[in-house]
């Protein structure tokens, strides 16, 4: 008889949720208190001490904000910010939410991060910051893209929604250089509370100044309903923290486990004709396991690979569209042909299924179905 790994579909993602979470969430529900209680400092203090080595959490944000200029103002319009067209939409929202324009820059052929000679390449008066974004979890060129901002006094923010626990070139954790960094905990992440995120910065007045605007421009030492300026509702509600503090708890063990799932894909995909797996470290670089995405080779029919996995009961997913050309993006004037590097991986990246629990039957049946999508009946080994 098949066992449930034979039969049942494979989703993309699935998140680890355990007794753990249910008992914390249930412990906010009797407390009859939903927001800024315990969990949510015990969140922040956790995640910090596992993100960036630090024992005393800053301030819960629900989206990235955009960069400020060295740390004095935020970004206006007019000023632009050099970032990677190869990348979730949310990178260059936030910038236009502030007036400012994104100068996307083509991406390293083998990370798919920012290019820094792309980006220093694109450098100009009016340039007042740079978005590198940690894709699909591999660490972007950190000193290098801090030495370009050094040379041109640039505000830098990380996009580390991807990377909680990556390890750059120097050995550093990503999001722990100094400079602001965002974290997200959607349910695929590395970790989640079902929506929401963290906001890490490196200097305790933007701390004060973050934790002030996510709560409607409320200061710490305020009274109720006293408000010192234009604020935000950012808050994360105890229910999403407590599931954030069960997920910190184990995170070491839930980023073990997406290793290990990556070297099984790893090792089976390496006899699968047209098929790239992504890199998983290089030097002292170190990938956190975010999804697992591999680039088919030219001539492959990605979007039949995808239906024929869908048949055969494989979630597969294009991974990721080129954001430059989205239509509120090309009123800025970009087109096709301008990112080679980034479109040319846009058009032939793969997401496969990939969570922490996924089985060794799981993989190796993905692995089995995607050879065989590909005309070349079963992997081999």
């Not at 694109?122 to 972007?140: D, K």
């Not at 959607?186 to 079902?194: H, I, L, P, S, V």
């Not at 710490?220 to 408000?227: C, I, S």
């Not at 089995?368 to 081999?380: D, H, N, S, T, V």
Request: hydrophobic share 45%.
């Amino acid at each position: 008889m098949a066992g449930p790994d034979e039969n049942e579909p494979i989703p993309l993602a699935r998140p680890e949720i355990g007794p753990r979470e249910e008992e914390l969430v249930a412990e906010v529900l009797r407390s009859g208190r939903l927001l800024a209680g315990a969990d949510g400092r015990a969140l922040r203090a956790g995640f910090c001490r596992v993100a960036r080595g630090r024992g005393r959490g800053r301030g819960l944000q629900r989206h990235d904000r955009a960069p400020p200029r060295g740390e004095g103002p935020r970004l206006g319009t007019g000023d632009e910010v050099l970032t990677s067209p190869f990348s979730f939409v949310a990178s260059a929202n936030c910038l236009l939410y502030e007036g400012a324009r994104p100068v996307f820059c083509d991406v390293d052929p083998v990370t798919l991060n920012l290019d820094p000679e792309a980006a220093t390449a694109a450098a100009g008066e009016r340039t007042a910051g740079i978005l590198p974004v940690h894709i699909f979890g591999y660490p972007a060129a950190m000193p290098e893209l801090e030495a370009l901002a050094a040379k041109h006094d640039l505000g830098l923010l990380e996009d580390a929604c991807e990377a909680l626990g990556a390890v750059d070139s120097e050995g550093r954790k990503v999001g722990a250089r100094g400079h602001l960094a965002t974290f997200a905990f959607y349910a695929n992440k590395q970790m989640t509370t079902g929506e929401g995120g963290m906001v890490v910065p490196g200097d305790a007045t933007v701390a004060a100044r973050l934790r002030n605007e996510r709560n409607q421009g409320r200061a710490a030492d305020m009274g109720w309903l006293d408000h010192s300026g234009l604020g935000f509702n950012y808050r994360l509600s105890d229910l999403a923290a407590a599931l954030g503090v069960a997920q910190v708890e184990k995170l070491a063990e839930m980023l073990s486990a997406r290793e290990r799932v990556a070297a099984m894909y790893a090792e089976r995909l390496g006899g699968v004709e047209s098929v790239e797996a992504p890199i998983a470290a290089r030097g002292a670089e170190r990938r956190s396991w975010f999804v697992y995405v591999v680039r088919l080779g030219e001539g492959t029919d990605r979007n039949a690979t995808i239906a024929r996995l869908a048949e055969r009961g494989v979630a597969a997913k294009a991974y990721l569209p080129c954001i430059h050309l989205f239509p509120h993006l090309r009123e800025l004037g970009y087109r096709e042909g301008q990112f080679p590097v980034a479109e040319a991986a846009s058009a032939h990246s793969l997401a496969l299924p990939f969570f922490p629990a996924m089985s060794e039957a799981q993989v190796d049946r993905v692995c089995q179905e995607l050879a065989a999508a590909l005309g070349q009946g079963a992997f081999r080994e």
